[in-house]
């Protein structure tokens, strides 16, 4: 296949031959014979040549990659290559504005200002270029560098590190290219050590965080247990005094006793989602997959929230699609978040509807808490699902609770492979969805 190579240069200008000669030289080396070399002078067209420049040595020329492809991968159209050199192009009378520029720019230049530690090296592995970058890097003047072995291995489109002298690290990037006509390594050098070393003191401030939360968990295990006991037996005799076991109760004492169980009941619950907590934060938290049956769960959630309900201006409902498939997931799991976002649903919903929903999608089932109280503000939204986070105003004041149930019931979801998303309107109500897989992403 025969090639035409147009030049378009700009005006009359001293170099033209020795780039032409270069030129050939090139022609030579990657098309054989097979070119023809056209020159048009383009002088009433400078914005043409000043857009497209190449290097005009030959050496820089093979090089830089962008050159050496614009030489040889450039098609116009068929199989004609479209070359353009600005060759200083003089400035234009019919064209004032448009200025004189340099129409090429040494990479060798800019290798030298370059930050990073440029070396070429030879096939033999002779350091034949090396800029002051790489001179203080490899701690030796350059000039004693050239001419000498690299002594660092040096592998084209690999990546590594490097000791340094003093005990600094560098990252290494190696590319092949060509030097003098024969197969060369480009090496870049870019100091690490400072970043090494923040990495290291990350890694350790990490470790040192991740103790000291093993540690708070531990505490919080061993101090909720510390004061389940005493109140175990506190609820305990509450119970046999309320039975009149130890005589009979007047009114104004069973009404004291029934206060007893009921600050037993809630301090019970408490220290349940402070274990609950520690225990998912530090890990040792435990699912027991078993094969479930989601409208069953659905059942057995409502007949026990619908105990919880205090107030006759609201309807707790149901919606559960027939034949919904069987899911492997925690019963008991399952059943702790369904209640808990029921709990909250009944708190804060003084008259109107509350519902709970369950379907299936492909490969999931998802279920759903509605319902029309107080709603929560936008701001808000994220912060709920935060430990020990409480929405401050007057109506949420009004109700128990340390602000650990979405916390705890979003980290058991997500243990089971699952979602928990929240949409809301505040003065209109919420919506709470749970989203699982039919089948565990895998065993835990």
Request: proline share 6%; hydrophobic share 40%; net charge negative.
């Amino acid at each position: 296949m025969k090639y035409c190579l147009r030049v378009f240069v700009t005006g009359k200008n001293p170099h033209h031959r020795r780039v032409l000669d270069n030129l050939h030289h090139l022609c030579d080396a990657h098309l054989g014979a097979d070119y023809e070399l056209e020159v048009v002078d383009v002088i009433e067209r400078p914005a043409v040549a000043e857009e497209h420049r190449v290097l005009t040595t030959p050496a820089l020329l093979k090089l830089s990659p962008p050159p050496q492809r614009r030489i040889i991968g450039d098609l116009s159209g068929g199989d004609e290559f479209l070359l353009a050199l600005g060759l200083s192009p003089a400035p234009s009378t019919a064209n004032p504005g448009w200025q004189q520029k340099p129409t090429s720019v040494d990479p060798w230049q800019l290798l030298t200002l370059s930050p990073d530690g440029v070396v070429l090296v030879d096939a033999a592995g002779i350091v034949v270029f090396v800029n002051p970058a790489a001179g203080e890097l490899l701690n030796r003047p350059t000039d004693s560098l050239l001419g000498q072995e690299f002594g660092l291995p040096v592998v084209g489109g690999k990546i590594m590190e490097v000791e340094l002298p003093q005990h600094r690290l560098a990252e290494m990037r190696t590319i092949d290219t060509e030097w003098q006509g024969q197969a060369a390594h480009l090496a870049t050098l870019r100091d690490i050590t400072q970043r090494k070393k923040d990495e290291k003191a990350l890694h350790l401030l990490n470790q040192k965080l991740r103790d000291a939360s093993m540690a708070k968990s531990r505490f919080v295990s061993n101090t909720s247990h510390e004061l389940r006991t005493p109140l175990n037996a506190i609820n305990n005799y509450a119970q046999l005094l309320d039975e009149g076991v130890y005589g009979p109760l007047t009114e104004s004492q069973h009404r004291a006793v029934e206060g007893i169980l009921e600050c037993c009941g809630y301090q019970r619950r408490l220290i349940g989602d402070i274990l609950d907590l520690a225990k998912v934060e530090a890990g040792y938290i435990e699912i027991a997959y078993a094969t479930v049956n989601v409208s069953e769960i659905c059942r057995d959630v409502m007949n026990t929230c619908r105990g919880l309900m205090t107030s006759t201006n609201v309807e707790l409902t149901s919606e559960v699609a027939d034949g919904l498939p069987d899911i492997r997931t925690d019963p008991t799991r399952l059943r702790q978040i369904l209640i808990c976002l029921l709990d909250n649903a009944i708190k804060f919903t003084s008259r109107g509807r509350i519902c709970l929903r369950a379907q299936s999608t492909t490969n999931r089932v998802v279920a759903s808490v509605s319902d029309t109280g107080i709603g929560i503000a936008p701001e808000n939204l994220q912060e709920i699902f935060h430990p020990f986070i409480k929405v401050d105003n007057e109506v949420t004041s009004r109700f128990p609770g340390a602000g650990l149930g979405l916390s705890i019931s979003q980290r058991l979801t997500e243990l089971l492979g699952g979602t928990i998303a929240v949409c809301s309107q505040q003065g209109e109500g919420t919506t709470f969805t749970v989203s699982l897989p039919r089948s565990p992403v895998a065993s835990r």
